[in-house]
């Protein structure tokens, strides 16, 4: 698997479910543009997770605009009624950001704290040779 950054529309309100354990899960398809105008959108099914899940459900709804960050999957099955195979792209434990203005009543979603830097040691010298000519 490897990481992708999506950026697009939800296709549909977003559908949650609770495990057993009681961590929230959403689901949604999401509506991915490509560059050439004319293009039919790209759809990519997505699976959020914990606090994320909580995020998209207070404040996602169809239509959302959102930046999608997560591990990419390829996803197939038989179709009920015709047995053919179906496959699709998932996006799965995904990070979600909404692009919508807050006057639309979103919320910018939350967002880790960055690493901080080990600060140097207050009697930091520099580990260098002065003899070196360059």
Not at 39 to 51: H, I, L, N, S, T
Not at 56 to 66: E, P
Not at 82 to 104: C, D, F, I, M, P
Request: hydrophobic share 40%; glycine share 6%; proline share 7%.
């Amino acid at each position: 698997m490897f990481n992708a950054t999506l950026t697009g529309n939800l296709g549909r309100d977003p559908e949650f479910q609770t495990t057993q354990s009681g961590q929230m899960v959403a689901k949604f398809s999401l509506a991915v543009r490509q560059q050439k105008k004319d293009a039919p959108a790209f759809w990519v099914k997505v699976e959020v997770w914990g606090k994320q899940a909580e995020y998209v459900a207070n404040y996602l709804k169809k239509g959302a605009s959102v930046c999608v960050t997560g591990q990419v999957a390829e996803e197939s099955w038989n179709d009920k009624t015709t047995g053919e195979l179906k496959k699709a792209v998932v996006v799965k434990n995904a990070s979600v950001e909404s692009w919508q203005a807050r006057a639309e009543g979103a919320a910018p979603a939350p967002t880790p704290a960055p690493a901080r830097a080990a600060a140097a040691p207050a009697s930091y010298e520099p580990d260098y040779d002065d003899s070196v000519p360059f």
